[in-house]
């Protein structure tokens, strides 16, 4: 479904939160945590008829809203979340809330020079394996291939990983930057033979 939302009032709202950021990676957090909790509402009836009911005031909807995700969220609500609250309710923007949440973390990585890695292993990797795994790939983003798209000109990209086991991969590992993917899995060697074994048959 396309946005029919003023691109412009999106990239203000982004500017917004952004701002209320800043470089705090644990306020980051609490804002993709808030959002998160949003879109995981966007599809109960309910609350969007409540929030579409015109015979209940704004304040009275964002009042409710943001009770129930403090009581949610607890200390994990991020300061300001009305600036969230007021345009998602008032505007009807629950569509827009994934790409926002894209967005704001994308505007966080290219201020504080970060670059978001998804690393996959079939079993949990040691410590040491952690440590190799990340320093391979702090190299390759600081290569010249990557930074040519990464957005950052200059200085050193750090890299936050986000570790994953997942056992349908048998053994080795899977990295996913952005849309980009690396499978080096023992699965993937396997799907790559039966390929072969088929195009031979």
């Known amino acids: 479904m396309s946005s029919t939302v003023d691109p412009r009032f999106l990239d203000r709202w982004v500017q917004t939160i952004s701002e209320a950021i800043g470089n705090d990676e644990g306020r980051l957090d609490r804002w993709v945590g808030l959002i ?24 009275e ?15 994990h609500l991020p300061e300001k979340s009305e600036i969230l609250i007021v345009p ?7 569509e827009e809330l994934s790409p926002l949440r894209e967005r704001l973390e994308k505007s966080f990585d290219l201020r504080t020079a970060q670059v978001r890695v998804e690393i996959l292993s079939a079993a949990a990797l040691s ?3 952690k440590e190799r795994v ?32 997942r056992p349908s991969l048998l053994a080795g590992l899977e990295v996913r930057i952005g849309s980009r993917v690396w499978d080096a899995s023992l699965s993937s060697r396997i799907r790559e033979l039966e390929k072969q074994l088929l195009k031979s048959a």
């Open 88 to 94: 998602l309710l008032e505007g009807n923007l629950w």
């Open 36 to 59: 998160s909790l949003a879109e995981s509402l966007k599809h109960f009836r309910p609350l969007r008829s409540f929030s579409l009911d015109g015979r209940v005031s704004l304040t």
């Open 127 to 129: 410590g040491e394996e």
């Open 61 to 75: 909807k964002a009042t409710l809203f943001q009770d129930f995700c403090a009581q949610t969220l607890g200390n």
């Open 134 to 165: 990340l320093e391979t790939v702090t190299r390759f983003v600081n290569g010249s291939e990557f930074r040519k798209g990464s957005g950052v000109a200059s200085g050193t990209l750090s890299v936050r990983p986000t570790w994953t086991v």
